[in-house]
């Protein structure tokens, strides 16, 4: 009886799945398909010719092979952010985690206010101008370490604290300096909460839009979100395309969930349960 | 914490004072601290400064609290206030209710429990901006898919994103249609950590599906509802890109909220202003949050 209780509820769970979930992400495919007259008629219906290939070329050529720039912008972006979080993170999470002192008093609230603050706009980009950074790629990710890192520093210090002490007092003994205890015994040890920070990181970092808006204005910096939201104005009646677009940039996060899919929702909770 | 509890031998104890100082470097915080403190915690204290001037960013006249006064006395931009209060407690409401009854559901013994899971995370991980494009065809008054099957079974659509009565929680719906999927999650750890035995003891006192979910799951699963409300408050607050790229902050301000004044000011030179805005943001993110937060936890001790 109850499996059949279980088999009913699931088969109308299914069916509410498809007309709120899939029903959307079809839609974006069928309509990346479609020729520009009948993807302007916005309704939910088989492609009558399929236009893949020439509707992907078309969108990579578009503005002077703008996505192109974009994507490799991103992937700079994603992974030169991610990296810095990963080293970074990770060195202040572990002292945090192993030598108590007033700067761990003062790292918790820190973390605490970057989890929570929103960043104060213009008077970032007013620093960035400073420095020599403002709409660079460099200072774009430098502002994407600065707003992740707090979220980093929560899951490293975590995870560091299910790490035995034995370990650096073994490697102490046998004379590691800080700069070899950590990267060489540490940070390998750390590897699961790793690939959870990038994986989490990277979706993040490489679906910001709000950020590079700001920071990064200017047709040679622009990102995919950015391309997305500039080719929303110009692709108005060309549907098509425009959902070419969003089903490009849907593919690597896509890929990232296919396959990383437990770490996202550990990384996700983990950080969230303990805030 | 824990470690420190196990009972160390003397010549360990030795090796650890020494250690800590040794191998434990405080410089280990200072590239870290270095660009947070440049990038993050200088521009939010000097925007505390920026927010009381006339600003050009090269130059800066002091006027006082004249961006705030505007700020509550423009009716565009208190509305921008009040849309935002509205938009972060429904979203969150929203989340908590969904996510609890998803949670529940996605624990229980279901067939095709993995898809659903998956299918419900999933827009969790997409790109906000395209969710945000694909909505606004899909709500089109008229040629949209939503309003053209609501016709198809006799039903007028309203004119979701282009009505000024709809246009914010429409996409506030939106929001908790890509959101809904980590407040599930959340409550699916916190589900599952709940010890059997709880539900053992509720049936055998002869306790009911609903009581069981009443008395026992949603009492223990508080802390997954803590975290929920206080995540998704603080997402609902400083919403952006969503709304920027549904509606713009319209039908005329209808759908606007703080972050998009912010955005708006900045774009046409008003420095100072959006800056105060900033502010305004973040003292309504802390108001909102951190007692919150020291209430719901508190509690949570105390039970």
Known sequence: MRNRGGTLIG????????????????????TALKDKQQASLRDFSWPTSFHFWSNLVEVVKARDYMLITALVNSTILTVASVTLLVVLGAMVGFVMQRRPSVWTGVANFLVLAGLIMPPAVVPTIWTLQG???????????????????????????????????????????????????FFRIILPLLKPVIITVIVVQSVAIFND????????????????QLTLYNFQSMFDTSYNLLFMNILIITIPPLIVFLFFNRQIVVGMTAGAVKG | MTSLAASPAIGADRVRRRAVRTVYPNWFYLPAAVIYAVLFLFPTVASLFFSLTRWTLSEATFIGLDNFRQFFREPFLIQGLVNTLIYAVVTSGLKVVLGLLLGVLLTSEIIARDYLRSVVFFPVLVSTVGVGITFTVLMHPTGG?????LAAIGIEGPGWLTDPRFALLSVALVDVWKGVGLATVIYIAGIVSIPRDYYEAALID???????????????????TVTVVILSLIGGLRSFDLIWSMTRGGP????????????????AGFYG???????????????????????????????
């Open chain 2, 273 to 303: 202003l959006s800056t105060a805005g900033n502010v305004v943001l973040f003292v309504l993110v802390a108001l909102m949050v951190v007692p919150l937060s020291a209430v719901l936890n508190r509690r949570e001790v105390a039970r």
């Open chain 2, 206 to 224: 002869g306790a009911g599906a609903l009581q069981r979910f009443w008395n026992v799951t949603l009492p223990l699963a508080r802390p997954a």
């Open chain 1, 131 to 181: 420095l020599g950074l403002f709409k660079t790629l460099h200072g774009m990710i430098l502002i994407e370490v600065a707003y992740g890192l707090a979220f980093s520093v929560l899951l490293f210090r975590a995870f560091v604290s299910t790490i035995p002490r034995e370990i650096d007092e073994a490697a102490i003994i046998d004379g590691a300096g800080p700069l070899d205890l």
């Open chain 1, 11 to 30: 088969a109308a769970a299914i069916l509410g799945s498809i007309i709120i979930f899939i029903i959307p992400f079809a839609f974006i495919l069928i």
């Open chain 2, 145 to 149: 898919l939503i309003n053209q099957s």
């Open chain 1, 209 to 224: 839009f709000t950020n590079p808006l700001y920071y990064l204005p200017g047709k040679q910096n622009v990102t995919v």
């Open chain 2, 252 to 267: 005329g301000f209808t759908s606007d909220v703080i972050a998009s004044v912010i955005y708006k000011q900045y774009q």
